[in-house]
């Protein structure tokens, strides 16, 4: 079993700067791609940012510039650094990564709980 936890939302004003973090726990598996998305009320859930186990990453052009993921492999954790905050960012954002059981060889998408970033003046 796998899971994800997210934290490092909170309350900012606009141009101000959050990072997030998100934590893997569990055994017998591997990770492959990790990624942020995020959702406001009323609209679909929307790709942020992705990371390859390699490291190769992928953002949605409304963060372009200012959002930069990485990650910590010997962690498991991925991070988001979120710069130049506007209040369009203001979402619950959430952690997804693929998992490989190393038993079996089941693959998995796991999703965190979600952690709220708000972005006011």
């Known amino acids: 079993q796998v899971q994800l936890v997210e934290s490092g939302g909170g309350l900012v004003q606009p141009g101000e700067s959050l990072r997030l973090s998100c934590a893997a726990s569990?055994?017998?598996?591997?990770?492959?791609?990790m990624g942020w998305y995020r959702q406001v009320p009323g609209k679909q859930r929307e790709l942020v940012a992705t990371i390859t186990s390699g490291g190769n990453t992928n953002y949605a052009d409304s963060v372009k510039g200012r959002f930069n993921i990485s990650r910590d492999n010997a962690k498991n954790t991925v991070y988001l650094q979120m710069n130049s905050l506007k209040p369009e960012d203001t979402a619950e954002y959430y952690c997804?990564?693929?998992?490989?059981?190393?038993?079996?060889?089941?693959?998995?998408?796991?999703w965190g709980r979600g952690t709220l970033v708000t972005v006011s003046s």
């Open positions: 569990g055994s017998g598996f591997s990770i492959n791609a």
């Open positions: 997804n990564a693929g998992t490989m059981m190393v038993v079996g060889y089941r693959y998995r998408e796991v």
